[in-house]
Structures are given as structure tokens and as C-alpha cells.
């Protein structure tokens, strides 16, 4: 049942890319599904599109699409956002803000829910991630609704988070309580078309004049007039890959633990260490001392099983 589908996958069928997402948006055969993927070539570049409701998250995300296929790389959107659920009505709506792209195959849109609501998607979204990177998308676009803090756990999945912020009406800063301001790496100041941008921009720089560490970039940005949409797609390429780091790291340390423990097995019969063994037994090295005269003999061995 699903072999044909996976087949079908990886003969680049976007059809077979749908029906797989909505089983693994579903919670189910993720695991049969993820073993049958074949391997990424090259990591996509996940950026995350987040804010509070209506403040145009689709609309910017479907410029962004634009900007991203003038750069000629292909770009696949997960819109995880309750307000535009594949079912409700808003879905035309959205298919307006976010031109569908049917003729081009550098360009894949599809909207997600779950039965569960957002919590349960957010539970599928690294199966998800890798469904959509494993068929070769370059860059990945998640429109997901900001709800303060409890970001952190997307913020671990993407490369970049983009947060969207718009002139607020009344003087409460409904973003600065929520903790948004902590999970961007870009804040995209939207709808920098209507008038009280100057007083935003004046807010959202105060508030990250107060925080300590290295501040995210800050962009006026307009779906409406286009203003700052070339200049957005820039910022957040300029940003490392941020899980292809910890990929690299998370490698490293498994290849250092596989190389001490055969380093290890070469080296605990040998009369260094034996006589080291012996001295911490009975008490005439302390620990920390063994430990790190084991270290060293570790590394002085011969590299001769590399
Ligand atoms: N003035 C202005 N309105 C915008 C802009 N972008 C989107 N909107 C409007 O904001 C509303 C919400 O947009 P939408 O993209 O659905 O927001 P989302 O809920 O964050 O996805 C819609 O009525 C859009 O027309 C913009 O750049 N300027
Ligand atoms: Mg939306």
C-alpha cells in the first residue's frame, strides 16, 4: 500500500508528496514513511514565518515565494495556521494571498491541520520537514501562528525564524508580553504602508535595546507595495544554516565517542594503562588525575584503524 506511493515520491510525483503529508499530518505509518525516504542530497534552507493573526503572514509569504523563484530556487510552503485550514473557508483567501504557482514545479503550497489541532501538527512537523526536504525543496517556508515562548519548539526545527510584527492599534504591545521577540533571528516590521510604522519601528527597537545578547535584524517590509521583500529574502539568506550546524556537531560528537571507545579497546591492556588502572584502584591517583592521564594515552595511540 504504501510502496507505490513512496515509489511515486521518489520519481518527484507531487501528488505522491501530498498524500504522504496528510498521512504523516495524521500521525500515521510515520515511521514506515520516514524509512522509505531516500537520503537528502543537499539540506533546505527551513525559514519559519511567524506573528500574531492577520498580521500577514500568508500575504508575505506568498511575496516571498516570488522573490525566492527570481533567485531560481525552488521553494515548497507548509501553512500551518488554524485560520487557513485546508477545510474552512479561509483557504480561497489564502490561495489569493499566496498565488498557487500551478504551472511551476519549483513551487509546491500546501495547507496543514490536524485532527488534534495545532499542538498535534506541531508534534508531526519534523516528519513533515523531512518529507518535504527529502524531495529535493530548497528552501521551505512555515507559516505558523506566534503563540509567544512556546515557539521555541518550532525555532529548534528551522534554519531562520521571521518574525512579523505590524503598527499596533491600541498602546498594549501584545508581542513584547508574549516573549515573541525572543525566538526572531529577522523581525520583518509589516505593513510598513500604513502610518504608524515609525512608531513601531521606535517599540520594537526599544524593546530589543533592553535585551541582552546580539539583536535580530529589523525590516520594513510592505506585502502591499513589495517595499523591503528583496531586502528580507537577503537578510535571511545571510543567516547560517542553523540544523545543519547541529547536525555537524551532533555528528562530530558521535564519531569522537565511536573513535574512544576502539581507541579504548586498543589501549586497556597495554602497560600504561594497566599500571594506571592499578594506581586508581588502590587509591594513589585521584580521579580527575586518571581521567586525564587516560586521555592522553587514548590519544597518543597509534591512528591505525582510521
Ligand atoms: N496595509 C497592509 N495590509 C496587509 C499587508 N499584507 C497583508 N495585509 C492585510 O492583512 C490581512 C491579513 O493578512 P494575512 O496574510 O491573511 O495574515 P495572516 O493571518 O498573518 O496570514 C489581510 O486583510 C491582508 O490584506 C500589507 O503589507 N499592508
Ligand atoms: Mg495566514
Given at each position: 500500500?504504501?510502496?507505490?506511493?513512496?515509489?511515486?515520491?521518489?520519481?518527484?510525483?507531487?501528488?505522491?508528496?501530498?498524500?504522504?503529508?496528510?498521512?504523516?499530518?495524521?500521525?500515521?505509518?510515520?515511521?514506515?514513511?520516514?524509512?522509505?525516504?531516500?537520503?537528502?542530497?543537499?539540506?533546505a534552507r527551513v525559514v519559519s514565518i511567524t506573528?500574531?493573526?492577520?498580521?500577514?503572514k500568508?500575504?508575505?509569504t506568498?511575496?516571498l515565494?516570488?522573490?525566492?523563484?527570481?533567485?531560481?530556487?525552488?521553494v515548497a510552503v507548509l501553512a500551518c495556521d488554524?485560520?487557513?485550514?485546508?477545510?474552512?473557508?479561509?483557504?480561497?483567501?489564502?490561495?489569493?494571498?499566496?498565488?498557487?504557482?500551478?504551472?511551476?514545479?519549483?513551487?509546491?503550497i500546501r495547507s496543514l491541520?490536524?485532527?488534534?489541532?495545532?499542538?498535534?501538527l506541531a508534534?508531526?512537523l519534523p516528519?513533515l520537514l523531512?518529507?518535504v526536504e527529502?524531495?529535493?525543496f530548497?528552501v521551505i517556508l512555515l507559516e505558523t501562528v506566534g503563540?509567544?515562548?512556546?515557539d521555541?519548539?518550532v525555532r529548534?526545527l528551522v534554519d531562520v525564524v521571521v518574525?512579523?510584527?505590524?503598527?499596533?492599534?491600541?498602546?498594549?504591545?501584545?508581542?513584547?508580553?508574549?516573549?515573541?521577540?525572543?525566538?526572531?533571528?529577522?523581525?520583518?516590521?509589516?505593513?510598513?504602508?500604513?502610518?504608524?510604522?515609525?512608531?513601531?519601528?521606535?517599540?520594537?527597537?526599544?524593546?530589543?535595546?533592553?535585551?541582552?545578547?546580539?539583536?535580530?535584524?529589523?525590516?520594513?517590509?510592505?506585502?502591499?507595495?513589495?517595499?523591503?521583500?528583496?531586502?528580507?529574502?537577503?537578510?535571511?539568506?545571510?543567516?547560517?544554516?542553523?540544523?545543519?550546524?547541529?547536525?555537524?556537531?551532533?555528528?562530530?560528537?558521535?564519531?569522537?565517542?565511536?573513535?574512544?571507545?576502539?581507541?579504548?579497546?586498543?589501549?586497556?591492556?597495554?602497560?600504561?594503562?594497566?599500571?594506571?588502572?592499578?594506581?586508581?584502584?588502590?587509591?594513589?591517583?585521584?580521579?580527575?588525575?586518571?581521567?586525564?592521564?587516560?586521555?592522553?594515552?587514548?590519544?597518543?595511540?597509534?591512528?591505525?584503524?582510521?
Amino acid at each position: 500500500m504504501l510502496a507505490p506511493l513512496l515509489e511515486r515520491f521518489r520519481q518527484r510525483d507531487r501528488l505522491a508528496l501530498a498524500r504522504l503529508l496528510s498521512l504523516v499530518a495524521r500521525g500515521e505509518q510515520t515511521e514506515e514513511i520516514l524509512a522509505g525516504l531516500p537520503t537528502t542530497a543537499k539540506p533546505a534552507r527551513v525559514v519559519s514565518i511567524t506573528g500574531p493573526g492577520g498580521v500577514g503572514k500568508s500575504s508575505l509569504t506568498g511575496k516571498l515565494i516570488a522573490e525566492i523563484r527570481r533567485h531560481h530556487l525552488s521553494v515548497a510552503v507548509l501553512a500551518c495556521d488554524p485560520q487557513s485550514p485546508l477545510s474552512g473557508g479561509a483557504l480561497l483567501g489564502d490561495r489569493f494571498r499566496m498565488p498557487a504557482h500551478p504551472d511551476d514545479d519549483g513551487v509546491f503550497i500546501r495547507s496543514l491541520a490536524a485532527a488534534g489541532g495545532q499542538g498535534a501538527l506541531a508534534a508531526h512537523l519534523p516528519a513533515l520537514l523531512q518529507l518535504v526536504e527529502s524531495f529535493g525543496f530548497e528552501v521551505i517556508l512555515l507559516e505558523t501562528v506566534g503563540a509567544g515562548q512556546g515557539d521555541t519548539a518550532v525555532r529548534a526545527l528551522v534554519d531562520v525564524v521571521v518574525l512579523l510584527l505590524q503598527p499596533e492599534t491600541g498602546d498594549e504591545l501584545q508581542w513584547e508580553k508574549a516573549g515573541l521577540l525572543e525566538v526572531a533571528d529577522v523581525i520583518a516590521l509589516h505593513k510598513a504602508d500604513l502610518p504608524g510604522i515609525d512608531r513601531a519601528e521606535a517599540q520594537v527597537l526599544a524593546a530589543l535595546g533592553l535585551s541582552a545578547g546580539p539583536t535580530p535584524p529589523v525590516l520594513r517590509v510592505s506585502s502591499r507595495t513589495g517595499q523591503g521583500i528583496a531586502d528580507l529574502w537577503q537578510a535571511i539568506r545571510a543567516l547560517p544554516l542553523r540544523r545543519g550546524l547541529r547536525r555537524d556537531a551532533d555528528e562530530l560528537f558521535r564519531l569522537t565517542r565511536e573513535w574512544l571507545a576502539v581507541r579504548f579497546a586498543a589501549v586497556r591492556a597495554t602497560p600504561p594503562c594497566t599500571a594506571l588502572l592499578d594506581r586508581w584502584r588502590t587509591g594513589q591517583v585521584r580521579t580527575e588525575a586518571a581521567v586525564r592521564e587516560l586521555l592522553r594515552l587514548l590519544s597518543d595511540s597509534p591512528l591505525d584503524h582510521d
